[in-house]
């Protein structure tokens, strides 16, 4: 079976090249448990192999000595101290959430419609119960109607008369109520 290329990368970090033809994974493992023991026989190789790899990429070697540092017992207490802070800062932050939506946020206000818009309404209304744009209920020519309507509306709030007759007579009186 072949590395995957995390191994591969693993096993450069510690200073063994298994992307050499002929390495095993079995030969890896050994290598390994030889470098964990602090053999004398390889302890000189491996500590080569560390400084050129310090030298050529300081990153990847604090990398691996803060993952060699939390392998031990201080290091695991430091894990578990930093997994409990996480966890009450996340409980924190979520009752901070709550209070502010609870208390702060204010809540969203229903828009008011003018006086304009309710007449235009009325008198759509009154439009739609004539018989002069469609059938009772329908209108059949919508913007026609919203022409007359929003005319008529316009014409009675800067003071003009109602007409005398027809389904503008029935539009400007339902207009009227709304705006006196």
Sequence with gaps: MAFSNLEKAMGLLIGLDVARPGTSRQAAKAAVSLIARGTVAVAPRVATAGTGLIQANPVAAGIGLGLGALQTDPGQQLLDMAAARGRSDRVKFEQAITDLTMSTIPKARKKTTSKFNQSIKAGM????????????????????????????????????????????RKIGLAIKKVLR
């Design 125 to 168: 209304k009154a439009a739609k119960a004539s018989t002069s744009y469609g059938k009772k209920g329908t209108i059949n020519n919508a913007k026609k109607a919203f022409t007359a309507v929003t005319k008529t509306a316009s014409k009675i709030n800067k003071g003009g008369k109602v007409a005398k007759k027809g389904v503008l």
